[in-house]
């Protein structure tokens, strides 16, 4: 097995649930009592969330280098970043490493490519669902996405950072998602594109209207994929 570098801790929680996912995926497929060999570093998010906040992202890439070239210096054959937000600074990432680093919007349009899915919304931070850089990933496999709802995007944004980073889970955020969903498919949208790890925490990916296609799933089978060559 090839050995993956996984930057992580943005947040805690994605970075969890990649350790735990690669693990079982692998599992599924390899030797009995096998397990996946992974580096990971987990960094503080405290100052790149002040650097977001600022609209620094030229010290998080900084940081997301610095990261990818210890991570390669220690044997990693591989990278991927355990967020989806932190995209934004792939290439730089992968201008300032030697091996290559898989891109979790590549993986998740190539799936959606597969199975024909061409018209979805698109769930995250304000950064994946407003932004290009990651939906220029998804359209560039064939997927027509909804133009994001500054409503919808301040409302989910908020959901995800301000309390679901912080842990808090209510009852209130379900019910707000449960509305966008419904809302999308009125507007056209054949299926859901779950772009954030913690917003697993209060949407039920086997309990919607809409076929979700969740991106920490994608990402942690691809890079299983890639670990088994």
């Not at 390899?30 to 906040?53: T, V």
């Not at 900084?62 to 967020?83: K, T, W």
């Amino acid at each position: 097995m090839r050995k993956l570098g996984i930057i992580g801790g943005m947040s805690w929680i994605s970075t969890r649930a990649y350790y735990e996912r690669i693990n079982r995926f692998v599992q599924k497929r390899a030797a009995p009592m096998a397990s996946p060999p992974l580096l990971i570093e987990s960094l503080d998010y405290g100052p790149i969330a002040a650097a977001k906040n600022e609209g620094d992202w030229n010290t998080i890439a900084a940081a997301l280098v610095e990261s990818g070239r210890r991570l390669e210096a220690a044997g990693a054959e591989g990278l991927l970043i355990a967020a989806n937000a932190m995209h934004k600074v792939y290439d730089r990432l992968t201008e300032g490493v030697s091996i290559p680093v898989l891109h979790i919007a590549d993986c998740v349009g190539k799936e959606m490519q597969e199975a024909d899915c061409t018209s979805a919304a698109l769930l995250g931070t304000r950064f994946v669902m407003a932004e290009s850089f990651y939906r220029q990933r998804l359209v560039a496999h064939g997927v027509d996405l909804l133009p994001p709802d500054p409503a919808d995007v301040e409302m989910v944004d908020g959901i995800i950072y301000k309390e679901l980073m912080l842990g808090r889970v209510t009852r209130d955020a379900e019910r707000a998602l449960k509305t966008i969903v419904t809302l999308k498919e009125k507007e056209g949208a054949k299926a859901i594109v779950l772009a954030s790890t913690e917003l697993e925490l209060v949407f039920d990916t086997d309990a919607n209207i809409l076929p979700v296609f969740d991106s920490t799933d994608i990402h942690c089978r691809a890079a299983a994929d890639w670990i088994l060559g």
